[in-house]
């Protein structure tokens, strides 16, 4: 199971430089929303919100692991799939309940995320990704 979840795929050329493309992208304007909490978490000031009653510390430590730490590896194309699993439910969790009863054009830019980690989940990260170094063939 582990073997399959870490697998790259086999696709052309050019789609594994779109995969790339859209891997690199994704994550990296996720790490503009990671970086802030990143940053509070070192810093040790723990204001945020308690979506899922597990408390401020937490889920604000959940959440900055999921949109930073995750983006990177999702970046350098490292254990992508299962990195793609914390960014797919933090987006659930901002979209279904941080701003669940906002309109829908305030939850738009959560449910791209979650459609983009989910592609690149189902795709994996291509050809050009350190799983490929480590894990391909």
Not at 20 to 27: D, I, P, Q, T, W
Not at 75 to 84: E, N, P, Q, V
């Amino acid at each position: 199971m582990l073997k399959r979840l870490l697998r790259t795929g086999k696709h052309s050329a050019s789609i594994n430089i779109g995969l790339l493309l859209f891997r690199v992208g994704a994550s990296a304007m996720m790490i503009t929303h990671g970086w802030g909490k990143f940053e509070r978490v070192i810093n040790g000031d723990f204001r945020f919100g308690d979506p899922l009653g597990i408390g401020v510390e937490a889920s604000l430590i959940l959440a900055a692991f999921a949109e930073f730490v995750c983006s990177v590896l999702v970046i350098l194309g490292l254990t992508t799939r299962l990195a793609t699993i914390p960014l797919i439910v933090t987006m659930l969790v901002a979209w279904q309940v941080a701003h669940a009863d906002d309109p829908f054009s305030s939850q738009e830019k959560a449910v791209f995320y979650l459609l983009s980690f989910l592609t690149i989940l189902i795709t994996g990260p291509g050809k050009y990704s350190l799983d490929q170094k480590i894990f391909g063939k």
